[in-house]
């Protein structure tokens, strides 16, 4: 699950549906009621996404189209037009990016 640190404003890749903090260093700043030096800088290198979680993500995002075309089957013609054509643009993304 992808989170923004609360302090920094860093996305950050939780190991718990609680984590607020990217790191030790935010999570004591929080505390102590330090503002971040770091902030508006993005992600450091140590945060990035591994290769498993770059593949779970791309694995629920080709889900999520498929969703979305199961319920373009199932729904009533302007609502179907909507959710075949955000299908259609997820997978093209996808495409386009080589995933």
């Not at 935010?26 to 290198?45: E, F, K, L, T, V």
């Not at 319920?71 to 054509?85: H, N």
Request: proline content about 5%.
């Amino acid at each position: 699950m992808i989170v923004k640190c609360e302090v920094c404003g860093r996305e950050f890749a939780a190991k718990r549906r609680t984590a607020r903090f990217c790191s030790s260093t935010c999570r004591s700043r929080a505390h102590r009621g330090y503002p971040c030096p770091d902030a508006g800088r993005g992600p450091r290198p140590e945060a990035l996404m591994t290769a498993d979680e770059v593949v779970e993500v791309v694995q629920r995002a080709h889900q999520c189209a498929t969703d979305l075309s199961l319920a373009a089957m199932l729904t009533s013609s302007p609502l179907c037009l909507s959710l075949s054509s955000a299908a259609t643009k997820v997978e093209d993304a996808l495409r386009s990016e080589g995933l």
